[in-house]
C-alpha cells in the first residue's frame, strides 16, 4: 500500500521522534502513516494484551460489545494507570441496522459528599483533597456499565468475555517501559494514600519486562464472572470497599454502591461537512462541545488553508476559547441541571458566538465569556474503539480520572479507585487539575455526576459507519477529537496519520495556544502571535485511538504512537 502522508507534512512528521510516519515503536504496526488494516473487524485500544484479547473474542464470533466488555477488564489488568473497575466511562454505539445510543457509567458523587466538602474553614479549597486519598472518590460505574452494556448488546455468555481478564491477572502482566516508568513515578504517592503496601510497589524500581501478578484482582473479577454486577457493588468486593473507605476517611457506603446504576442516553448528534457525528451526551460536555467546535469552523475552507496554517489554527483557536467558556458555566449532570443543549447547538447561536471573530486579531479571553442563549501531560484516562464483521462499533472512554486515580487500592480486591471528584468545581473560578473552571451547574451534590470531557465518537457518510474515535487528555479530549476528525476530514489523513499527527490546544483560560513540539512550525508562532496569542508549548499529550473505512472497503485502525496503543485487525 502506498504511503499517503502529504510532503509538507512529512518534513514535520518526521522531526518528530514519534509520528505516525516513521517506524518506532516495538509492536511493530503502530508508528507507520498506514495504520493496520483488517477486512471484518478491528480493535484498537491503549494496551497490546487487551487489544489482543478484543481481538480474540471478534475472531471466536462475538460482536463488538463482547469485544469491549472483554477489553474493558483486560484494561483494568494490563493498563491500571488508566483502564479501571473503580472508575467509570461513555459507551457511544452504532450498531449494524444503524442504531445509535450511549451508555453513562459515570461515576456519582456519595450521597454524604456536599457541595463545600473541599474547602477549609477560610473557603479555601485543601490541596490535594479532591484528588489524593479516599475522599476523591466517586462511586464507581465501570463494572454496571460493563455489565449493562453486554445484556443489551452483546451476544457472548457474560464469563467468555470476563475470563480472559482474570486469565491475565493470575499469570501476571508484563510492564511496558511506559507503565513501569508511570508505576515508579507514583511509588510515593501510592504509599502515601494507602495503609498497607498495595501490589503495585515495590522496594526496588519496576522495569520493562518485569511481571505483575495481580491475584486479588483476579479474585475481585471472579466474582463478578460469577455474579455480574452483584459480584461487584454487593457481598464481598463491596464490603472490602467500604472498609477500605473507612479505613482511610472516606465516604462511600454500602448504599451508595447498591444504588448504583448506569444510564442509557440520546446521544449529540449534528453533521460536519456531510458526515453524521454521534457524540457523548451530558454529564460529559464533549459531545457537545466536539458539535459546537465543528460547526463553528464549519464555514470556513480550512483545507484550502491548510493543516496547521496560521488561519486554520486561528479559527480554531478561536471555536476552542468560545466553546470551553460556555462548558464552564452551561454544563453539568443532566440529572441535576437543566444543560441547554438544543441552544447551545442552535445554528444561530453558534453563528453569533463566532460573529466577533477577527482573522487579524486573537479575542483575548478576557474578553470572551459564555454566551447569552438564544499537569497535564498525561494519558491517564482511556480510550479504545472497535468494529465487528457485522460493521457494529463501540467507542469507549474509561477513567480513573489522574493517574492510577486517587492512588487508593482496595486491599484485598487489588483495584484501584478513581479521584473522579476533582472533575467537579470544587469552587466557583478555582481551577481543576486540568486548569478547567466551572460553577454553578457542576457544583457537587449527593448523588451527581461530576462533568466530564471524555468524547467517545463516531462518524457516519452516507448513512455508513465511517470512523470511531476518542482519546484520553483531560480537557483536552475535546480539541484532540476535533483535530482527529479535521485530520481526516478536511485534510485528507488516514487513520494512523490523523492520530499521530501533532497537536495544539486552547481551551479560553488559561488564554494561550499549547501546542506539541511539531506541532506548529516556527513561522506559524510567528504569525499567530503577530495576531495577538500567546503559545506556550507542552509535552505530548492524548492517546487518540480510532478506525476508519478506506475506500477499498478495509477498516484502517490508528493507534496514537505517543502510547503503548495497539491495532490489531483481522
Ligand atoms: O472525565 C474527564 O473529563 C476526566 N476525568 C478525564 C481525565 C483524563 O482524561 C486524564 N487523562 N489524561
Not at 17 to 42: I, R
Not at 369 to 397: C, F, K, M, P
Not at 415 to 438: Q, R, T, W, Y
Not at 534 to 552: N, P
Request: net charge neutral; charged share 20%.
Amino acid at each position: 500500500m502506498k504511503k499517503r502522508c502529504p510532503s509538507s507534512l512529512l518534513l514535520l512528521l518526521l522531526l518528530w521522534q514519534f509520528t505516525g510516519c516513521k517506524p518506532t515503536d516495538q509492536h511493530g504496526s503502530t508508528a507507520q502513516t498506514q495504520g493496520v488494516t483488517g477486512e471484518k473487524g478491528m480493535v484498537v485500544s491503549a494496551h497490546p494484551e487487551a487489544s489482543r484479547i478484543g481481538l480474540a473474542i471478534l475472531q471466536q464470533g462475538g460482536n463488538a460489545y463482547d469485544a469491549a466488555v472483554a477489553t474493558g477488564f483486560a484494561l483494568a489488568v494490563a493498563y491500571p494507570v488508566a483502564g479501571n473497575i473503580g472508575g467509570g466511562g461513555f459507551l457511544v454505539y452504532r450498531k449494524q441496522d444503524g442504531e445509535i445510543g450511549a451508555l453513562d457509567y459515570r461515576e456519582k458523587a456519595p450521597k454524604a459528599a456536599s457541595r463545600d466538602m473541599y474547602l477549609d474553614a477560610q473557603k479555601n479549597v485543601i490541596a490535594d483533597a479532591s484528588t489524593l486519598g479516599h475522599l476523591a472518590v466517586g462511586v464507581p460505574g465501570a463494572v454496571d456499565g460493563l455489565a449493562a452494556m453486554h445484556q443489551k448488546l452483546g451476544s457472548l455468555p457474560w464469563a467468555t468475555v470476563v475470563q480472559p481478564a482474570i486469565d491475565l491477572a493470575r499469570k501476571g502482566v508484563v510492564l511496558t517501559e511506559r507503565e513501569a516508568r508511570m508505576l515508579n513515578e507514583d511509588r510515593e504517592n501510592f504509599i502515601k494514600a494507602n495503609k498497607f503496601i498495595p501490589s503495585v510497589v515495590r522496594d526496588t524500581p519496576w522495569w520493562k519486562g518485569d511481571v505483575l501478578a495481580l491475584p486479588e484482582l483476579a479474585s475481585s473479577l471472579e466474582r463478578i464472572r460469577d455474579k455480574g454486577r452483584a459480584g461487584f457493588y454487593e457481598g464481598q468486593t463491596a464490603d472490602l470497599l467500604v472498609k477500605e473507605m473507612q479505613r482511610g476517611g472516606g465516604i462511600i457506603s454500602h448504599q451508595d454502591l447498591k444504588e448504583y446504576h448506569s444510564v442509557w442516553r440520546t446521544p449529540i448528534t449534528g453533521t460536519y461537512r456531510g458526515y453524521k457525528v454521534i457524540s457523548m451526551p451530558p454529564p460529559s460536555s464533549g459531545g457537545i462541545a466536539l458539535l459546537q467546535l465543528l460547526q463553528m469552523v464549519e464555514p470556513y475552507d480550512l483545507s484550502k488553508w491548510g493543516w496547521q496554517q496560521p488561519n486554520t489554527v486561528h479559527v480554531m483557536t478561536e471555536a476552542q476559547r468560545r466553546v470551553y467558556a460556555d462548558r464552564a458555566t452551561y454544563l453539568g449532570d443532566p440529572d441535576f441541571v437543566k444543560v441547554p443543549v438544543s441552544s447551545l447547538l442552535s445554528p444561530a447561536y453558534l453563528k453569533n458566538r463566532m460573529a466577533t471573530l477577527d482573522m487579524e486579531r486573537a479575542t483575548p479571553s478576557s474578553q470572551v465569556q459564555a454566551g447569552q442563549l438564544l499537569a497535564r501531560e498525561s494519558d491517564q484516562t482511556t480510550h479504545y474503539s472497535i468494529v465487528d464483521q457485522w460493521g457494529n462499533a463501540a467507542s469507549i472512554t474509561t477513567t480513573l480520572n489522574g493517574g492510577y486515580g486517587s492512588k487508593v487500592v482496595v486491599e484485598g480486591a487489588g483495584f484501584i479507585l478513581n479521584n473522579e471528584m476533582d472533575d467537579f468545581s470544587a469552587k466557583p473560578g478555582v481551577p481543576n487539575m486540568f486548569g478547567l473552571i466551572g460553577g454553578e451547574a457542576n457544583a457537587i451534590a449527593p448523588g451527581k455526576r461530576m462533568l466530564s470531557s471524555m468524547t467517545p465518537t463516531i462518524l457516519e457518510k452516507d448513512g455508513k459507519l465511517f470512523m470511531v474515535v476518542g482519546t484520553p487528555g483531560g480537557s483536552t479530549i475535546i480539541t484532540s477529537v476535533f483535530q482527529a476528525i479535521l485530520n481526516v476530514v478536511d485534510h485528507g489523513m488516514g487513520m494512523q496519520q490523523a492520530v499521530a499527527a501533532p497537536r495544539f490546544h486552547h481551551q479560553w483560560l488559561p488564554d494561550r495556544i499549547e501546542p506539541e513540539a511539531a506541532a506548529l512550525s516556527p513561522e506559524v508562532r510567528e504569525v499567530l502571535q503577530k495576531r495577538g496569542h500567546t503559545l506556550q508549548e507542552r509535552g505530548r499529550y492524548g492517546a487518540v485511538d480510532g478506525i476508519l473505512k478506506r475506500k477499498d472497503g478495509r477498516w484502517e485502525g490508528g493507534a496514537d504512537p505517543r502510547g503503548d496503543d495497539t491495532a490489531l485487525g483481522y
